[in-house]
């Protein structure tokens, strides 16, 4: 199995739970957020893999990535710190109680 067939599950449910997320409040100002986030993180992901990489502390078989690189690292590798940027926040937003929620619980 590739790295990009590995990384394919995780976008789809990156996806998934991030539209589940689009009629709450604050969606665009979240997904704004999300995406400075993962452009930091995509940054930092091209620093330190690549330092990793010409360390010697791992290696990718050529085989297995799709060959597109970001200097030594393969871009398979960027798609989880995007999917961290998006997932996590989306998931704390699915685990807050809803404004009706709240108010039939205050009742």
Request: aromatic share 24%; no cysteine; charged share 5%.
């Given at each position: 199995m590739t790295y990009s067939l590995i990384v394919v599950p995780f976008v789809v449910i990156t996806v998934i739970v991030a539209l589940?997320?689009?009629?709450r409040?604050?969606?665009g100002r979240r997904m704004t957020a999300s995406a400075i986030a993962a452009g930091v993180?995509?940054?930092?992901?091209?620093v330190f893999d690549n330092v990793m990489i010409a360390a010697g502390l791992?290696?990718?078989p050529e085989t297995l990535i799709s060959g597109l690189r970001i200097g030594l690292a393969p871009i398979e590798d960027?798609?989880?710190p995007v999917c961290a940027?998006?997932?996590v926040?989306?998931?704390?937003?699915?685990l807050e109680p809803t404004r009706s929620h709240r108010e039939e619980t205050a009742s």
């Open positions: 589940l997320t689009a009629r409040p604050a969606f993180l995509v940054v930092l992901t091209a791992f290696t990718y960027f798609a989880y940027a998006f997932l926040p989306a998931v704390f937003t699915l």
